[in-house]
């Protein structure tokens, strides 16, 4: 599985996400300082075929996994504290914080001390997503606070549906794994699963390097 992040600009590809305006990401720019944080500032564009999907483990103040769906160029993002679940019967909560550049879905790192969200991050899954229902964008289904999306990742596979449950600043969301061939209660990649899919390194791997 590949997963183009850095080519974004160059590969056009018809349909969506050609134009963020830099309204989408001003919050994102807003809380962040690029001349001191080694996080992307971020360009508008695409991601290559199909849409990313990313879960990044982010061992801040109190440790979560970033959940990331590239919505018309940008990606949409909530945090979730316990991480994702393969057991259908378990409801996960996930708080939309705001959208991110496409090319954070690469970015592994720590963000330093007195830095907001100072911590490791890694890439802990990724790879592409498609809408369960084809008849709706992503985006309408985010609006509508209703979206379920099968996801082809490395370590997460199969339908998934995030329900808004609360408005708000920051609003919250459940996130639980769809019934499907990839639903398996048994397994736990949050925790026999730690490393990052894309250089095999777990948070505190890359705390230690970069400290
Ligand atoms: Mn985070």
Redesign the pocket.
Known sequence: MHVNYVQSEASGHPGYGHNVSSDRLSRYRAKRDFRRTGEPEGSDGRSGPGLLYVFQK?A?SSL?Y?LRLEIDGALASW?VPKGPSTDPRAKRLAVEVEDHPLAYGGFEGVIGKGLY?AGAVIVWDTGTYRMVHADETPAEARERGQLSVWLEGEKLRGGYTLRRTRDGEKPQWLLVKRRDEAADARRNPVSTQPESVLSGRTVEDVAAEEA
């Open positions: 982010h801040a979560h970033d945090a969200g």
